[in-house]
């Protein structure tokens, strides 16, 4: 694969989020070849797994499909899912890059027909929805999934129930054998989109996450009201499944504290502001509280601010909890917040407490793999002093928004492509 390659004409992206689908189809609009590689079985990162955007409050998936057509029309574009980037070796306009591509089980024969699933007996904790819902399995990741295509656990390989997923598909695209497997690439740069995840917030022992059902982070909160969610879009408490009226938001989830991530995440103020209207659209009589340090809600995001503050059902409270608690009989969790304005300690119940947490960089936790690259102390990949040719791009190099995501990854391929010029 590599020989057959041009490397002065070919851009690699790792990861397929809305950082990498915006920087490969720019950079194949431009006429380069790029190889665009993603961990998990579909495109679009963090955002396929949202109700709505800030500030429209539209869908994501429109967004996505645009960009998805575009990587459809392109045959200058190879996708590579469920592969990850293990090596990078060589320098600026000519790099070899190793990938180690994992099982799928399925071929590109698959119609989408879902025989295979119907043969699948096993359920799996489905990824999709952090684990609130199951999938069989043999699964599409979601109904929106680019590639439209079938996964199927490896939990069942080696099993009669793999042999009768097999048997059950009538095109031959079902492949029980099929094996993890390496590849060499040639690329004269390699813009790395890898993303951000979500604040562990249950090293905030104080908050109880991961110990109280009904105390979610901001991501659980995106499936809690999604119609393809575990609930099918009516926000419901995780423990009981019953309708939620009264819910707090506490913001700086991690984010703006040393012991944690001693930066502000930038978005998740928005993201909160965004989620209080999922609930407000969905109940007359829903009341909404947000404990904050300050709403960092910057530039043209002010307007969405008002807007949402003004809803006489929104109540925002400057203050950081000191502590959360659920009552296991009832399920409602209390509040422990001192009110910096009145100086009043207050102590409230909700039906459910949404943790804005905030947005660590996937590079923190998994460094690029070459040698040389340069981090922040948080482990933001930095553009000074950077390895020329390998540019990180999106919430791997700040915390941000979609559209400033965009427009990073735009920035991005123009360096790729003064890379493969060298
Ligand atoms: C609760 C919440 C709500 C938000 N809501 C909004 C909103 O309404 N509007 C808005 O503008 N912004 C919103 N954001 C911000 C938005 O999520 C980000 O701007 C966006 O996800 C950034 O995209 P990305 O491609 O950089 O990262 P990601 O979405 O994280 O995509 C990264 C991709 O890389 C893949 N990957 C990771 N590691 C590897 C690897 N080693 N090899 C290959 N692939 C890899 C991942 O699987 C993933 O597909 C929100 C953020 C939060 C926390
Ligand atoms: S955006 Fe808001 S919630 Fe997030 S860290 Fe900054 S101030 Fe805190």
């Not at 009201?225 to 423990?239: D, E, H, L, Q, T």
């Not at 930066?263 to 007359?284: E, G, I, M, P």
Request: aromatic share 8%.
């Amino acid at each position: 694969m590599a020989d057959a390659q041009d490397s002065a004409r070919t851009i690699l992206v790792a990861g397929g989020g809305i950082a990498g689908l915006s920087a490969a189809v720019e950079a194949a609009e431009a006429g380069f070849q790029v190889i665009l590689v993603e961990r998990e079985p579909y495109l679009g990162g963090r955002v396929a797994r949202m109700n709505k955007y800030f500030p429209k409050l539209c869908p994501p998936q429109c967004g996505l499909e645009i960009n998805f057509r575009r990587i459809r029309n392109n045959p200058l574009i190879q996708v590579m899912t469920m592969a990850e980037v293990e090596k990078i070796e060589g320098e600026s306009g000519d790099f070899t890059v190793g990938i180690r591509v994992n099982p799928r089980y399925v071929n590109e024969k698959c119609t989408g027909c879902g025989k295979c699933s119907e043969a699948a007996q096993t359920s799996i904790p489905n990824f999709f929805d952090y684990g609130m819902s199951t999938v069989k399995a043999a699964y599409l990741p979601h109904e929106f999934a680019y590639p439209m295509r079938y996964v199927i656990a490896p939990q069942v390989i080696g099993t009669p129930e793999a042999q009768a997923i097999e048997a059950a598909c009538e095109y031959g695209a079902v492949e029980t054998d099929m094996a993890q497997k390496s590849v060499e690439v040639k690329a004269g740069a390699v813009i790395w989109a890898a993303g951000w995840t979500p604040y562990d917030i249950s090293a905030i022992a104080y908050y109880g996450a991961g110990k109280y059902r009904n105390v979610v982070s901001n991501v659980v909160m995106e499936r809690l009201a999604s119609v393809n969610g575990p609930f099918k879009g009516i926000i419901s408490r995780p423990s009981d499944g019953k309708a939620v009226k009264k819910i707090a938001f506490v913001q700086c989830a991690g984010s703006r504290d040393e012991n944690h991530l001693a930066y502000c995440s930038s978005v998740c103020c928005l993201a909160s502001l965004k989620q209080a209207t999922y609930l407000l659209d969905q109940q007359a009589d829903a009341e909404v509280s947000i404990f904050y340090i300050d709403i960092r809600a910057l530039g043209r995001q002010e307007a969405f601010f008002e807007k949402v503050r003004q809803d006489e059902r929104v109540r925002l409270v400057k203050g950081k909890p000191g502590e959360i608690t659920e009552d296991p009989a009832t399920g409602m969790v209390t509040v422990q917040v001192e009110d910096q304005q009145t100086g009043k300690t207050l102590r409230e119940q909700f039906d459910l407490v949404v943790l804005a947490a905030g947005m660590a960089p996937a590079t923190s936790q998994q460094k690029i793999p070459a040698s040389g690259v340069v981090y922040d102390d948080f482990g933001f990949v930095v553009s000074k002093g950077q390895i020329p040719g390998i540019i990180g791009v999106g919430c791997d190099r700040r915390p941000a928004d979609v559209s400033s995501t965009v427009q990073d990854a735009t920035a991005a391929v123009l360096k790729a492509i003064q890379a493969c010029r060298r």
